[in-house]
């Protein structure tokens, strides 16, 4: 995830950049950059790799000056390069800018700058900021900051630095982390605690909609209509550790409660205004070109797989193609049926998984299109396929998946509604209805995550239980296989997940009195089946606990309890109903004293076969 970091005083700016920007080195990037302001000019550093890299090139020539600021980019729009790295300037070199988060107009602003003379030298959609205040720029950098804001829609955190105002840092927020460090005759910006703790533990967090002019001995804070915000000082009492995990005891947990954000990020742009079709200007395809397609393979590992299996009834459900989910290591050696009409897609998060990798290699041999779903910029499937979506997740810390979990279960969402837009195969109003719902997951996904006290109960109460099964039918099923993958690899229960259809062909002889069985029962078409699959479990004597869609009365009679969360249509209800089993599984760990972000004998990316 990218980092921001500033500083104004009667210090250097350079050495604390440097610093600052090391101690966000934990979040993940690829390329990196600052901007120091001295006589009239801004200089401007970057490159792209580690920030060894950015040392290296300013070694003996570190840019001179006491006001500055810096970044670490993690690509999103446009590939990882020195061009694309941050800071980035106007046309005149008289505007610096880092960014964190996604302008969603950018085109459009981008194309109106383009038109009336301005000259872009990056892919980036942060570019347009700098060119923009350009533009707007009256002689007051303050107002013509909030010119360009009333301009911008998307989630960002930015910091910008003017040449004709050098004594002042002017930053913003919405939806993305930004706090400012209070010295003693300097002052420090930075996207996340870690990079001041340093220098200072005083700090003001930077509310969504507030802007900061940040001098050397002032800040001066603003809300959205230009009212001063009085602000208490928040004491940061974290050690560097607890810091980087933003104050949560694991990053996994910290990632759990990312998911609001790294949806709301992976839809961005990505939905047109009226809520009734799917961008995807990444991928460009034709009616023609969908038609083609007479079969998807979707091929992943672990919870990618996972992802692939909702994937299938997406792309089924909504665009009527059909599709065979495999995993990559099996994949590769069955000799499966492909050609020239078939499109191949596989899910990675790292990007760099060998078995996903080579099963891509196998698919484009054999003559298949291919696509690939990852959330890392320029990583190794992302180069090999011949297109790419991204999950804007940020970058994923834990072993265990959480929020790049959902946010492919999001793109393969989209990716099912945009060939059923391409292909006929949706009624409008039944699209109309399902975006307008999906805009609507990421506060629903905030809510769920809101009481997480019943989910500890439990977790406290079955902690020590051996087996642990996980039960539903259609897509509770294929999240019932993600629940019980989450709390075997973390907790070491052996959990195992059944079509709860399918229970009674074998497995039913597992359940005895007081296993627990978590039964998931959100999927609407398939309800009264899978009530009578939990009275078969309940009937052995099985503890069921259940999760429903809020609402539900009935689930209630049959199971011991009931995790409710948010209603929506029941294809996008696994984005809500994996939230309680990725928790569970979380808390069930530290009940067992697991180590919850190192499990054993796994690694984050996996590339070995
Ligand atoms: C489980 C987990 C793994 C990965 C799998 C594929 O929590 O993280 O199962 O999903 O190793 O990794 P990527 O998505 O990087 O290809």
Redesign the pocket.
């Given at each position: 995830m990218c980092g921001i970091v500033g500083y104004i005083g009667s210090n250097q700016a350079a050495p604390f950049l440097i610093e600052g920007l090391t101690k966000l080195e934990y979040r993940g990037y690829d390329s990196a950059g600052i901007a120091v302001l001295n006589d009239q000019i801004i200089c401007v550093e970057k490159t792209v790799g580690r920030l060894a890299a950015l040392e290296e090139k300013i070694e003996g020539k570190t840019p001179e000056g006491c006001i500055g600021i810096g970044h670490t980019r993690w690509a999103t729009h446009g590939r990882p390069s020195d061009t694309n790295s941050h800071p980035h300037t106007d046309c005149h070199g008289d505007f610096a800018v880092v960014h964190n988060g996604i302008i969603e107009n950018y085109m459009e602003l981008k194309e109106d700058l383009i038109s009336k003379g301005h000259v872009f030298k990056s892919e980036t959609d942060t570019e347009v900021l700098p060119h923009l205040l350009e533009e707007l720029y009256n002689g007051d950098f303050e107002a013509s900051v909030r010119e360009v804001l009333k301009r911008v829609e998307g989630s960002y955190a930015i910091v910008f630095m003017s040449k004709k105002d050098p004594d002042k840092l002017i930053c913003t927020k919405q939806d993305n982390p930004l706090v400012i460090g209070l010295g003693d005759g300097e002052n420090f910006v930075a996207s996340d605690i870690p990079a001041i703790i340093s220098r200072t533990r005083r700090t003001y967090i930077v509310n969504d909609g507030e802007l900061a002019v940040v001098k050397k001995d002032s800040v001066w804070i603003t809300n959205s209509l230009g009212e001063p915000v009085t602000k208490k000082v928040f004491e940061v009492n974290w050690n560097a550790e607890a810091a980087e995990k933003g104050g949560y005891e694991h990053f996994m947990l910290k990632e759990i409660h990312e998911q609001p954000k790294a949806v709301r990020d992976t839809l961005s742009s990505r939905i047109n205004k009226d809520n009734s079709a799917v961008v995807l200007e990444e991928l460009g395809w034709t009616e023609e070109y969908v038609n083609s397609f007479s079969k998807v393979f979707i091929v992943?590992?672990?919870?990618?797989?996972?992802a692939g299996l909702v994937g299938k009834y997406y792309i089924e459900r909504m665009a009527r193609v059909p599709v065979e989910v495999d995993i990559a290591s099996e994949f590769r050696y069955r000799q499966p049926i492909i050609d020239d009409n078939t499109l191949t897609i596989v899910?990675?998060?790292?990007?760099?998984?060998i078995d996903?990798l080579a099963a891509l290699k196998e698919a484009k041999r054999l003559g298949s299109k291919t696509l690939a779903v990852?959330?890392v910029v320029g990583s190794s499937?992302a180069r090999e396929a011949d297109q790419v979506i991204y999950t804007w997740a940020g970058p994923?810390i834990a072993?265990?998946?959480?929020k790049?979990?959902t946010t492919?279960l999001i793109v393969m969402f989209l990716l099912g509604a945009y060939m059923a837009g391409l292909r006929g195969t949706v009624a409008p109003r039944r699209m109309k209805e399902l975006l307008t719902m999906l805009r609507n997951i990421p506060a629903q996904i905030s809510e769920t995550l809101e009481d997480v006290e019943p989910i500890k109960v439990f977790a406290k109460k079955y902690g020590f239980n051996n087996d642990v099964f996980f039960i539903g039918r259609a897509l509770d099923y294929e999240v019932a296989l993600e629940g019980s993958?989450?709390l075997k690899?973390i907790s070491y229960i052996h959990a195992e997940a059944y079509a709860a259809g399918e229970l009674k062909h074998g497995t039913l002889a597992l359940i005895t009195q007081g296993v627990p069985v978590v039964a998931l029962a959100t999927q609407k078409s398939v309800y009264d089946k899978t009530l009578s699959n939990i009275k078969e479990v309940k009937a052995r004597d099985a503890v069921v606990i259940g999760i429903a869609a809020t609402g539900d009365t009935e689930l209630e009679k049959y199971a011991d309890h009931v995790i409710f969360v948010p209603r929506t249509d029941e294809l996008l209800i696994p984005l809500l109903a994996v939230l309680p089993l990725q928790l569970l599984s979380y808390y069930t760990a530290i009940t067992r004293g697991a180590d919850v972000d190192k499990p054993r004998n796994?690694a984050?990316?996996?590339t070995v076969e």
């Open positions: 992943a590992c672990g919870t990618a797989y996972h899910v990675s998060q790292s990007g760099e998984t996903t990852t959330n499937i994923e072993v265990a998946s959480t790049a979990y492919q993958l989450k690899e796994l984050k990316s996996v």
